[in-house]
């Protein structure tokens, strides 16, 4: 069964960095017991599985749902972009429709100089805010002193697809230095069906260096995260901290030995979060 499974690493150009991630691009004969298997094997963050989508006329959508090691999720980015570049590669470059859990996912991919990129376009996304209690035992569990936050980017809660806590790092030194209470960390996750908690230090106005415990996955550490870079791209606009319309650039994996890049770009008008990456497969 495995033997059908595809191994791209998304948000970068070489297979050293960014996230891994397994595709299945004909997963119909599995069962979501198939698929949890097979992302357990995988060890990834995340696994996408791919079947025709509600319209069998339509070759250019398709249903994918997303597995980590421990349970299904309703979205993964890194995910969905290796997967576009996968079916890009086979069936060519152009506009795709992937439903999900969470929502319709247009996904669009163009050829960059011999590099192929995936842009993903979230479903409508949200943020509320996080209780006092909840803060307080999220900082605990990352032992990080409510001191070390900065305060121009406050806490809150993401949505663009899937849950993430926004918890923001005063310095760099901050952001570097993670070790956390993982089954601590994990149950308060359960418990406000958070996906990852999206660690960040904003470098200049428009660039940012992110980190995603993912304990609920299975994984100590996400090292990519489209999900969340989507989710932080609306918690960004909707504060206030960044114009209606704009392009960042947000970094991440350095810290574990897999550095990525991800675009997200925010349009006026369009509440929706855009979030591009190339992807290339591993040997």
């Known amino acids: 069964m495995t033997d059908d499974v595809l191994r791209y690493?998304?948000?970068?150009t070489t297979p050293a960095g960014g996230n891994p991630a397994g595709i299945v691009l004909d997963a119909s004969a599995l069962g979501a017991a198939d698929m949890l298997a097979i992302a357990a094997g995988l060890g990834y963050s995340e696994s996408a599985f791919v079947t025709p989508g509600p319209d069998a006329s339509d070759e250019r959508a398709y249903t994918v749902r997303y597995f980590s090691p421990k349970a299904e999720v309703s979205f993964c980015g890194h995910a969905t972009v290796a997967a576009a570049v996968a079916l890009a590669e086979r069936r060519g470059?152009?506009?795709?429709?992937?439903?999900?859990q969470a929502g319709e996912v247009p996904v669009s991919v163009e050829r960059d100089g011999g590099v192929l990129r995936a842009t993903l376009t979230s479903v409508a996304p949200h943020i509320e805010d996080v209780a006092g209690d909840d803060l307080t035992e999220a900082l605990?569990?990352?032992d990080w002193p409510a001191a070390d936050l900065d305060p121009a980017l406050p806490p809150r809660i993401a949505y663009a697809g899937a849950r993430h806590l926004v918890l923001a790092a005063a310095t760099?030194?901050?952001?570097?230095?993670?070790?956390?209470d993982f089954e601590r960390l994990a149950a308060l996750m359960r418990r406000l069906d958070l996906t990852t908690v999206q660690l960040?230090?904003?470098?200049?106005e428009a660039t940012f260096h992110v980190r995603d415990p993912f304990p609920v996955g299975g994984v100590v550490e996400d090292p990519v995260t489209g999900a969340a870079?989507?989710?932080f791209g609306a918690y960004l606009r909707e504060l206030g901290l960044v114009p209606p319309a704009a392009e960042l650039t947000l970094y991440q994996g350095a810290d574990m030995g897999r550095p990525g890049e991800l675009a997200v770009s925010l349009r006026e008008g369009?509440?929706?979060v855009r979030v591009s990456g190339a992807a290339v497969p591993i040997p």
């Open 172 to 180: 760099r030194q901050r952001l570097a230095d993670l070790a956390y």
């Open 9 to 12: 690493t998304a948000f970068t």
């Open 93 to 100: 470059t152009g506009g795709y429709l992937f439903h999900t």
């Open 140 to 142: 605990a569990a990352l």
């Open 229 to 231: 870079a989507a989710a």
């Open 200 to 204: 960040v230090w904003r470098e200049d």
């Open 270 to 272: 369009d509440p929706r």
